[in-house]
Each structure stands twice: as C-alpha cells, then as structure tokens.
C-alpha cells in the first residue's frame, strides 16, 4: 500500500521521470532524475591531485 501512495504522490507533483524504491527493512523513497538513455552521458576528463 505504500508504495500506491509513493506513486500517487510522485504523480500529485508532476514527476514524470521516477522510480520508486523499498529497500530491506520496508523504507519506501521515490528516486527522481533523467530517465535512462535520455542523453548520452558526459564524461569529464578529471585532473590528477596535485603532488604535495
């Protein structure tokens, strides 16, 4: 039944990209972000630490 609510609740505010996650002990969160294959993703070229 929580997990009806997590659902009608991501669709009361609009989400249209979401997922909806129970983990062991019976927490249920909504995950929001892109939906996958959207947009290819960006690597950055990150720059090694600076030697001390």
Known sequence: MDVLRA???A???G???YRVE???D???SIVV?????SEKRKRRKLNPP???
Do not use: E, S
């Open 33 to 37: 972000g892109a939906p996958a294959g």
């Open 15 to 17: 989400l249209q990209d």
């Open 26 to 28: 019976g927490t249920v």
């Open 50 to 52: 600076a030697m001390l």
């Open 22 to 24: 129970v983990a062991p």
């Open 7 to 9: 659902i009608n609740a």
């Open 11 to 13: 669709k009361q505010a």
